[in-house]
Nanobody, 117 residues
Framework: VQLQASGGGLVRVGESLRLSCQAP???????????MGWYRQAPGRQRELVAR???????DYADSVKGRFTISRNNSRKTVTLQMNNVKPDDTGVYYCSAEQGVVQDWGQGTQVTVSS
């Protein structure tokens, strides 16, 4: 699954940002069989899971983003989005989307999110 991430940028504390990940070269029947996730990597830290949505639409979030971030998928458009509300400085990092079947199979290119205070 080839993934293309977009939507990163510079935002201030408390603002919102929306990340999008597309799989334009993946056929629908393949896309729907993957769990989709968003990970982030801050400078000097390991990549960590931010949110995941399963093939059945079940969502899972890191404790640090619960209540602020929302992940969703649109299978017909082969996209997965991450709505980030009330961002905090600790949300800064490079965000990567992923396609998973038990383990991460494919990564999109990262998109930088910087939260300024």
């Amino acid at each position: 699954v080839q993934l293309q991430a977009s939507g990163g940028g510079l935002v201030r504390v408390g603002e919102s940002l929306r990340l999008s990940c597309q799989a334009p070269r993946t056929i629908f029947s393949v896309f729907i069989n993957y769990d989709m996730g968003w990970y982030r990597q801050a400078p000097g830290r390991q990549r960590e899971l931010v949110a995941r949505v399963t093939t059945n639409g079940i969502t899972d979030y890191a404790d640090s983003v619960k209540g602020r971030f929302t992940i969703s998928r649109n299978n017909s458009r082969k996209t997965v989005t991450l709505q980030m509300n009330n961002v905090k400085p600790d949300d800064t990092g490079v965000y990567y989307c992923s396609a998973e079947q038990g383990v991460v199979q494919d990564w999109g290119q990262g998109t930088q999110v910087t939260v300024s205070s």
